[in-house]
């Protein structure tokens, strides 16, 4: 990884390393003649039939798909190129909470002027303006994370232990299902930043503003709101009095335990029928999903974990060629779509698609023929105006490193929320930002 | 663990000194090699560019992009040793270099305490089994470390592995490896595990070099078995323990594999856990390269001065006894 990063230092200096490096970096040369060819990064599950899909219906460009690894793997790749100032691909997948960093380290390519603002009507409205500043498109919205309560529809009733619709009627269950069951959670505390904002959202918490647009050293850091606050407090109560466990999520240990009857709930997302249908083989069937608890009894406040885009990288020999290729994979694309909703079990972001009967009627074996997408689909249109950090990475990270320690008792839980805020900002601070509040 | 190259491996003249060859000095070659300096140059050149490629040109641009700070919203501006200080006052590097010593004062004797005892019994066994034992001993080395640490973790696992749950069977809770408290042990396991063996070949390759007549001459002047090994033959391979000793510290100042890897399954390593681990997460999550590369230039010095001073004190007594 550290070879590439200084690749571009040895050329200038030493003929023959530098064509020992670019011989090892390879990369897609084009031809002349012949079509262009666009390299894209990316992990989606079965990305090699939409490839195959677009290549197939694209003469004079074809991609070239490469899957580095997934998510903070290939980051840290695009990362390293980006100061190297070679090596990234031409399109790279990117979540929608890492697209302010990308843009702050300079990375990405506009796409407006490569026709990409006629596309925002495709797009749902809260993943649009996360994917775009003003009218500068950054990215291409692919997949969401509308959240909702998936739960064990068989043990709720056994037990006669009513689903909750308040976050209240939640902590009620968790104590109930720990009656009956010594052995059981509601659910997992999974230590996992996306997670918890997810939650932090849908409690009508706005941590962060940023908009490179109107100011770039300027950012929002409010993690110490009261509607941030109680989430936290919640969970932490939940935690300390034992009624949620501690495994971390998608770790086999956690998967073991949502497929066991450890674990009752799984407060999901969009994305995770499709995670957990291919892994949670004892439990088939006997899964439901219930809208989020609220809040406020009767309310219908939603939040979003997860999603991701394509985007065009400034390294991106063809913009041009790049940009329909991130615009295109998906958004233009049937057949990809098919394969993304039947295969992949991506929650699309293209509302044509979200709102086809084929997608909202269709049964789920693995929810006992529940039309789950009912559920997911009204959360998405729900879901406002949401902003991240241009370093989401160290908040969250944060964030994790500090309820590791209310986990492990070296911390009051009520102190989580505001230590991650003092060193965010200082963080923020010494990156060269205003920090307001 | 990361094992680098040693740079400060012991010098040459802390081996045992070897007669040197009177008759090298009347050699002819000597004179035929300063006749053609070109041709000697030549056949140095390739390594030469290799280490200025490969080591000269990246430590230089580390150091001077340590040199500067390239801050999210201002660019980059020279910043001269700031990084050095901010360093050395950074909490988290603090921390987790404190987590680091900790570890080590405890893994590393007790590894090689494993491996020289095991070492000591491999040499005086000479069965068919010693062979196979020593095989198999070495084998967690031929692992890779990403590999062992994840095998690890399922180990571990509270639902897969088969330890968490002794305790159950005679009344206990079941031990959660992965627990602020238990942490450091269990990732010390997992170290000592993958090293101790490649450690125990070190200390049985040198033992084999150790004269017999030396076992022998103890024999006559009546010593026993366990005498001859910790007054005989620890002494005569007391150089391989210290190369032995110095590695397993370099390697333990970097730790970084384990603890990454098992980051996975265990929320409790922070990002800070090990200074690697912290200038690895400064660079590839925090963007930060700069502060990265004099973490990492801070590290290699912490890890140069611990080195030197251990065979400093090491040769010290040697001398002294």
Same mark, same amino acid.
């Given at each position: ?22 011989? +090892? ?15 894209? =990064? ?13 290549? +197939? ?121 720990? +009656? ?32 490179? +647009? ?23 109560? *939940? ?26 709930? =799984? ?27 609220? =809040? ?86 729900? *879901? ?54 | ?61 580390? !150091? ?89 973790? !399922? ?156 065979? !400093? ?9």
């Amino acid at each position: 990884m550290l070879g590439t990063k200084w690749t571009a230092k040895l050329r200038a200096g030493l003929v023959v390393a530098g064509v020992l490096a670019a011989a +090892a970096c390879g990369g897609a040369a084009d031809n002349a003649d012949g079509p262009v060819r666009v390299s894209v =990064w990316a992990w989606y599950p079965e990305f090699k039939a939409v490839v195959d899909a677009f290549n +197939a219906s694209h003469k004079d460009i074809q991609v070239e798909w490469t899957n580095v690894g997934t998510g903070p793997d290939q980051y840290a790749k695009l990362k390293t190129a980006f100061t190297a100032g070679k090596g990234a691909p031409d399109v790279a997948m990117v979540e929608f909470q890492q697209i302010p960093t990308f843009v702050i380290l300079d990375a990405l390519v506009d796409m407006g002027p490569y026709g990409a603002n006629d596309d925002k009507d495709l797009y749902a409205e809260w993943a649009w303006s996360q994917a775009t500043d003003g009218d500068k498109v950054y990215a291409i919205p692919v997949d969401g994370g509308p959240m909702a309560l998936m739960y064990r529809k068989d043990l709720f009733d056994k037990h006669g232990i009513p689903v909750p619709t308040t976050w209240a009627e939640y902590a009620d269950a968790a104590a109930k299902i720990k +009656a009956v069951d010594p052995n059981a959670y509601i659910a997992s505390f999974g230590s996992d930043g996306g997670w918890l904002n997810g939650l932090m959202w849908q409690a009508g918490c706005r941590p962060y503003g940023y908009s490179q +647009a109107k100011a770039k050293d300027q950012v929002k850091i409010d993690l110490t709101a009261p509607e941030c606050e109680k989430v936290v407090e919640l969970y932490g109560d *939940l935690v300390s009095k034992g009624l949620m466990a501690q495994d971390k999520f998608f770790t086999a240990d956690a998967t073991a335990a949502l497929d066991s009857g450890k674990y009752w709930t =799984w407060a999901a997302a969009g994305w995770t029928p499709g995670y957990v249908a291919g892994s949670l083989k004892n439990t088939a069937g006997k899964w439901a999903v219930a809208p989020m608890p609220q =809040w406020t009894a009767g309310a219908d406040e939603q939040g979003d974990w997860g999603g991701s885009t394509f985007t065009v990288t400034k390294q991106a020999k063809n913009p041009q060629a790049a940009a329909t290729v991130a615009r295109e994979l998906f958004g233009r694309s049937k057949a990809a779509w098919d394969i993304g909703l039947n295969k992949a079990f991506l929650y699309p972001l293209v509302k044509e698609v979200a709102a086809d009967p084929a997608f909202t009627g269709k049964a789920y074996d693995f929810f006992d023929g529940q039309k789950v997408n009912e559920i997911f689909v009204p959360v998405s249109e729900k *879901l406002g105006e949401f902003q991240y950090t241009p370093f989401q990475d160290f908040v969250f990270k944060d964030l994790n490193d500090r309820t590791a320690e209310a986990m492990s008792g070296s911390r009051q839980w009520s102190t989580v929320l505001e230590e991650t805020q003092k060193n965010v900002v200082a963080y923020a601070e010494k990156q060269g930002f205003k920090v307001s509040r | 663990m990361t094992r680098s190259i040693p740079i400060t491996a012991p010098a040459a003249d802390d081996l045992p000194p070897s007669p040197r060859p009177v008759e090298s000095r009347s050699r002819p070659s000597r004179r035929r090699v300063t006749a053609h300096p070109v041709a000697g140059a030549l056949f140095v050149l390739p390594f030469f560019l290799v280490v200025v490629a490969f080591l000269v040109v990246p430590l230089g641009y580390a !150091f001077w992009l340590s040199l500067s700070s390239k801050s999210l919203a201002l660019g980059t501006r020279f910043t001269g040793v700031d990084n050095y200080v901010r360093a050395f006052t950074d909490p988290l590097l603090l921390d987790g270099l404190l987590r680091v010593v900790l570890f080590g004062l405890v893994q590393i004797p007790v590894m090689l305490g494993i491996a020289l005892a095991g070492a000591l019994t491999l040499d005086a066994v000479t069965t068919r089994f010693a062979v196979a034992f020593r095989l198999i001993a070495f084998m967690p080395y031929a692992v890779p470390a990403v590999v062992g640490a994840l095998m690890w973790g !399922f180990l571990y696992s509270r639902t897969f592995g088969p330890f968490a749950d002794l305790p159950t069977l005679v009344g206990g809770d079941p031990i959660d490896f992965f627990s602020a408290s238990l942490l450091l042990v269990s990732l010390g396991n997992i170290v000592t595990w993958a090293w101790t063996g490649y450690n125990m070949i070190i200390l049985y390759s040198a033992l084999q070099g150790v004269p017999r007549e030396m076992y022998e001459a103890a024999v006559i002047d009546g010593a026993t078995p366990v005498q001859i090994a910790l007054r005989v033959k620890v002494p005569a391979i007391k150089q391989a323990i210290s190369l032995a000793a110095i590695f397993t510290v370099i390697g333990t100042m970097q730790f970084f594999t384990e603890p990454q890897i098992m980051a996975r399954f265990a929320p409790q390593i922070s990002a800070g856990y090990t200074p690697n681990l912290y200038a690895y997460n400064q660079a590839f999550a925090y963007s930060d390269f700069n502060y990265s590369a004099a973490l990492s230039f801070a590290l290699g010095f912490l890890v140069f001065v611990v080195a030197y001073a251990f065979v !400093f004190v090491n040769r010290k007594r040697g001398a002294h006894s």
